[in-house]
């Protein structure tokens, strides 16, 4: 992401040297476009887990438990 200074800077001079008005929205949408993307990103993550993180962690456990009881009537069949 590039540093807002920067980019607030880069829209003044823009508007100071009478660049047309539909680049300066073009300039901006696509700062706001970075930035969504940005955010978006970063909340994928926590988005996944609430969704999914608990069903493969139950998944797991059923698999261990499964395991531990295979290995459990091995043991007693012997």
């Not at 608990?54 to 091995?74: K, L, Q």
């Amino acid at each position: 992401m590039p540093n807002m200074d920067h980019v607030q800077a880069e829209l003044m001079d823009m508007i100071t040297k009478d660049v047309s008005p539909s680049q300066i929205s073009d300039k901006i949408k696509d700062m706001l476009f970075a930035k969504t993307s940005e955010r978006v990103d970063a909340y994928k993550p926590t988005a996944a887990d609430s969704l999914f993180g608990d069903e493969v962690e139950d998944e797991v456990e059923d698999e261990i438990e499964a395991e531990a009881d295979s290995v459990d009537a091995e043991t007693d069949d012997e």
